[in-house]
């Protein structure tokens, strides 16, 4: 038998997220006082995403719905060529395009459960943020959902390709994400300062940094004795959300 145990939410204004354990669940006899069964909860290490609508809308990702139940109406988003959903990112080079699920009204959304990963967070204001071509999962509706196009061709053989997810304005959304969110590093940056970083470790950054994607160090004899391949160079001021201990051993969680 496996039972749901909610672990985290977030909500703003009329859509919250919930994120739940799929446990297995198990009776134990226990004899003392009197003997009597007592339900003993292993986590399986899946997760389910839960989306309450009220008066509201979600896009989600193509594919991850399981089910909805209330007075909700869903159409189809086609995104082309450079559309925002990270299946068109990813097929925007091979001319394919991708669709999303806009859900809105009022009622319950669940997507199919998943080993994966998630964060749950909010934009406000004029905030914008661009995010890892594999991460993007849902967003509100009152969000502005585009692609971003690097400007150095070089972007195209990064980690995170030459198109990314943009979200703009005020909002929840939900990202994947390849370790625990306990893992995830926030960098500060301050004006006139730099990070520089291996794009596959990178999971989102703030929209008032201008990214510059291209070698460590210039010239080929010197990139080779580097080692390195392709990096971001980031300038502040913003904040760099890092995914650093994937790289090599794996997620800790």
Known sequence: MSYRVKISEESYGGL???????????????????????EIY????????????????????????????????????????GGFLSRAVRGAGSGESAFGTRVSGTGE???????????????????????????????????KLSTHTHKKVQGAVSGNGLMQPRLDGEGLFVIECPVSVHEVEVLDVQAGETVTVDGDMMLMYTG???????????????????GEGFVYT???????????????AGSLA
């Open 208 to 226: 008032t940094m201008n990214p510059q994607l291209g070698a460590l160090v210039k010239g080929l004899r010197n990139a080779a004795r580097s």
């Open 42 to 81: 292993a986590d399986t290490g899946q997760r389910q995403v839960k989306f309450t609508l009220n008066n509201d809308s979600v896009t989600l990702e193509p594919g991850i719905l399981s089910y909805a139940q209330g007075r909700l109406s869903f159409s189809v988003v086609q995104q082309q060529q």
């Open 109 to 143: 959304v669940w997507t199919e459960p998943t080993h994966k990963h998630f964060i749950f967070a909010t934009m406000e204001g004029q905030d914008s943020m661009l995010i890892d071509d594999r991460a993007y999962y849902a967003a509100q509706g009152s969000l």
């Open 234 to 248: 980031l300038q502040g001021p913003g904040q760099v959300f890092l995914t650093p201990t994937h790289i090599s």
């Open 16 to 38: 919250k997220a919930e994120l739940y354990a799929i446990c297995r669940v198990t009776d134990q006899l226990v004899q003392s006082p009197e003997p009597h069964f007592r």
